[in-house]
């Protein structure tokens, strides 16, 4: 058992709790902080889960700084820590527009705080998880590359490259080691509920109608969870400030996820179309040759085996699920 410790904030998030997972499998000793948010659905299974396998689990708000400061000294008291994972923060590009000031504290303030106590008690490496939307569109380019213009359109996709710099700042600035890591739609077991995969997995399976904005041409680079946290595992060792995109590099429409999703579950989708939101973009498609070549990272799981496990964790879980709205 590794003496070291490795710190998960988030681990009650999609990533976050995967990535734990993962980490404590490997025979390393993992600590959690979180909201405590474990009154019923997915968190509250994430909670048990991670329990189970004795992690522990600090309860801290990382946008106030001396709930960080507190949780920081309960994990120094059980050894040094060689890398912190930042997975804590607010998500979704729609939810973004309706509280956009929730989106710069948890994600800017929070981010400091974590990066600022990490600095102090001189970590070996700080990841933080950053989002794919920081491209905006991808118009006609084949793929996006981590040097290319940064393009957001939302208050989430501007809080996360503000968080960005302020990494960039404190790696110039400390000389600590600090990897970006750029998401390309997540999906997998236990994931975020208000995600459409596994929205119409839900909605499918129980015959409801499913919603589509716009005629579901639109194209994302669906990306399975074990193989974004194997690259957010091996990019802790990385040394200097680096920023690396994490995505399949096979954008797929969303109406073919939707036929995949009804093959899966053995029942037609009952589809509503309605006008694209106008924060959404046409297309997403990571160029991960960095990736590749720093930490040789290549994704293993196609879509059709990723919905195929993500369906038959659903089967199984339905009742830690109650949000699907």
Request: net charge neutral; with cysteine.
């Amino acid at each position: 058992m590794s003496k070291n410790i490795y710190v998960v904030s988030g681990c009650l998030g999609f990533v976050g709790f995967n990535l734990a997972n993962q980490i404590h499998e490997q025979g390393h000793k993992v600590i959690g902080i979180d909201l405590k948010g474990t009154e019923n659905g997915i968190k509250k299974w994430r909670y048990e889960q991670l329990s189970d396998i004795d992690i522990k689990i600090l309860e801290a708000d990382i946008s106030d700084k001396y709930d960080v400061r507190n949780a920081w000294a309960e994990v120094s008291k059980i050894g040094y820590v060689e890398s912190v994972f930042h997975l804590a923060g607010l998500a979704g590009v729609r939810r973004s527009l309706e509280i956009p000031s929730d989106y710069y504290n948890v994600n800017l303030r929070g981010t400091f705080n974590l990066l600022q106590i990490a600095t102090d008690s001189k970590v070996r490496s700080f990841i933080f998880s950053s989002t794919s939307s920081v491209y905006g569109d991808l118009k006609d380019k084949k793929s996006s590359n981590e040097t290319d213009k940064t393009t957001p359109i939302s208050p989430y996709a501007y809080s996360k490259l503000a968080a960005e710099e302020i990494c960039k700042f404190f790696s110039d600035t400390y000389s600590i080691n600090i990897s970006i890591l750029r998401y390309f739609t997540v999906y997998g077991p236990s994931g975020r509920p208000d995600m459409s995969i596994l929205k119409f997995m839900h909605k499918i399976f129980n015959e409801e109608p499913i919603t589509i904005y716009g005629d579901g041409s639109q194209k994302r680079d669906f990306t399975y969870i074990t193989d974004i946290c194997e690259g957010t595992f091996s990019s802790s060792s990385l040394d200097g400030f680096n920023i690396l995109n994490l995505g399949r590099s096979d954008s797929v429409n969303l109406m073919k996820v939707v036929e995949l999703i009804q093959d899966i579950v053995g029942k037609p989708a009952n589809i509503e179309f309605k006008p694209n939101h106008p924060l959404d973009v046409n297309r997403t498609s990571a160029d991960i040759s960095n990736a590749k070549r720093l930490i040789q990272w290549t994704p293993k799981v196609s879509i059709q085996s990723g919905l195929k496990k993500t369906y038959d964790w659903y089967v199984n879980n339905i009742d830690s699920i109650d949000t699907l709205e």
